[in-house]
């Protein structure tokens, strides 16, 4: 036996006034509203209503039961309501994990205006330049630079991840001419410990793309810290777009070998598979993918 539908069945009874009216009420027989009665009297052991073949009236115990069923009734329709609210109004906590330099300055600048929008969700933002496991370290969203694996992950692509060259006008004023990026082994290059551009740096020029060996007395395994390292004229950044295009704009920095172009990178935002789908990851996804489409 169903007991919250019985005890719906029963308070619709004594709210109609008689086991006709409450069928008609809830499209059943007169004949099945009596037997859910009958069954909800049987499971609590206890008569609720005293039947005769004119009217029915409720026991002293029914009129207490019948009190409380139907705060516990109003208390089911309201926690139903929440669950259908849940579905509806993005809610709840997002945790988001993101490269260093993107998270940074370009994720963390945003985040208010989406937080703005949906206030009753809050998110959760680490940064690391490291591969994070998006299912075993219990993350919604994360963002990756590179080729993707078949990781049984849904990977939505972003605008690509540009890698841009420059340097101080200090160290620019007491190095080398820098002229094509063979130029870059007579200099001091702040290198990046992950990845593909540890040791050599990738352009794509007007001859097709070059490869070139580079060397340098500072390498680190974040670009916040190269960063620092190059506005101080320690040598010359090849680093994200996001991270230093402040320093360009204000002169701090200047763009090199603007006729070559390190190769773009793949960036995509991961989540889990559409069946795992909440209010609030649809949510962000929409608002990454309409914001950092095209950066």
């Known amino acids: 036996m169903d007991r919250l539908s019985s005890m719906?069945?029963?308070v619709r009874a004594v709210d109609a006034g008689s086991f006709s009216s409450a069928g008609l009420a809830l499209d059943m027989s007169p004949q099945l509203v009596g037997k859910q009665v009958r069954l909800l009297e049987q499971h609590l052991g206890v008569r609720l209503l005293n039947r005769t073949t004119r009217r029915q009236s409720l026991t002293d115990f029914g009129q207490r039961f019948y009190e409380r069923a139907k705060i516990i009734l109003a208390e089911v329709e309201i926690a139903e309501s929440?669950?259908?609210?849940?579905?509806?109004?993005?809610?709840?906590?997002?945790?988001?994990?993101?490269?260093?330099?993107?998270?940074?300055h370009a994720l963390a600048p945003r985040l208010p205006e989406y937080l703005a929008r949906y206030p009753d969700v809050s998110v959760e933002l680490t940064m690391s330049n490291r591969e994070v496991d998006l299912i075993e370290e219990g993350y919604d969203i994360v963002f990756r630079v590179g080729e993707l694996r078949d990781s049984g992950l849904i990977g939505r692509a972003l605008a690509p991840y540009r890698l841009v060259l420059c340097a101080a006008p200090s160290y620019l004023e007491a190095s080398a001419p820098l002229r094509s990026p063979s130029d870059l082994a007579q200099h001091q290059c702040l290198l990046f410990l992950r990845g593909a551009y540890r040791d050599t740096w990738t352009f794509d020029g007007p001859k097709g793309r070059e490869v070139?060996?580079?060397s340098g007395h500072l390498s680190a395994d974040n670009g916040e810290s190269l960063l620092q390292a190059g506005l101080a004229g320690a040598g010359i950044l090849l680093q994200p777009s996001e991270l230093v295009a402040t320093a360009i704009e204000q002169?701090?920095?200047?763009?090199?070998?603007?006729?070559?172009?390190?190769?773009?990178?793949?960036?995509?935002?991961?989540h889990g598979r559409d069946g795992q789908m909440t209010p609030k990851l649809r949510?962000?996804?929409d608002f990454a993918l309409q914001v950092f489409k095209e950066r």
Request: without cysteine; glycine residues 6%.
């Open 8 to 10: 719906a069945v029963f």
């Open 212 to 214: 070139v060996p580079v």
């Open 251 to 270: 002169g701090r920095l200047i763009r090199l070998l603007e006729h070559y172009h390190p190769p773009a990178r793949s960036f995509h935002l991961l």
């Open 82 to 104: 929440m669950a259908a609210e849940m579905r509806i109004v993005p809610s709840g906590l997002l945790r988001i994990n993101a490269p260093v330099s993107f998270g940074t």
């Open 283 to 285: 949510s962000f996804l």
